[in-house]
């Protein structure tokens, strides 16, 4: 009984925490579910600020890596919740880049990628309207979108 107070305990500190470091391991993260946040397949981060700007959307982008337990767990439970899929899939271009592969690697250089997730929110010039380091629960995801709207929108 102790042992589960201890891992009741322990979830949302590692929730909320995020990863940091560049611990690797040979687990790999699946791709979103189909039931998931829409997540736009591209190489390049421009051609997301083009399309963002031809449909008046901020970009959203979710730095992820395979050994991030935390990443893991916002693929399975946060980005399927149903209002932040139907939320996200109509207000944001949505992307996910591993930190750790291909251009993912330069692009975390650029956004100082320091810790898993780590969700930004962009204008259409590549700008940061909004970052966070760490999981948030769908409630809290949804709150963090709609400051990163209110904040594009006042500017």
């Known amino acids: 009984m102790k042992n589960i107070a201890y891992i009741l305990l322990l979830l949302p500190a590692l929730l909320l925490l995020g990863c940091k470091g560049s611990k690797k391991t040979t687990s790999?993260?699946?791709?979103?579910?189909?039931?998931?946040?829409?997540?736009?397949?591209?190489?390049?981060?421009?051609?997301?600020?083009?399309?963002?700007?031809?449909?008046?959307?901020?970009?959203?982008?979710?730095?992820?890596?395979?050994?991030?337990?935390?990443?893991?767990?916002?693929?399975?439970?946060?980005?399927?919740?149903?209002?932040?899929?139907?939320?996200?899939?109509?207000?944001?271009?949505?992307?996910?880049?591993?930190?750790?592969?291909g251009n993912g690697v330069n692009l975390a250089t650029v956004f100082e990628v320091r810790a898993y997730p780590t969700l930004l929110f962009l204008n259409e010039k590549g700008q940061v309207i909004e970052k966070k380091e760490g999981a948030l629960y769908p409630t809290g995801l949804l709150d963090f979108a709609q400051r990163a709207i209110d904040k594009h929108q006042g500017s």
């Open 28 to 101: 790999t993260s699946k791709p979103a579910a189909k039931n998931s946040v829409n997540f736009v397949d591209s190489d390049t981060l421009s051609e997301l600020l083009d399309l963002a700007d031809r449909k008046n959307k901020l970009v959203f982008v979710d730095f992820y890596t395979d050994w991030c337990m935390p990443c893991k767990l916002m693929d399975q439970d946060v980005f399927t919740d149903k209002k932040v899929k139907a939320f996200f899939d109509k207000n944001f271009i949505s992307y996910k880049v591993n930190a750790e592969k």
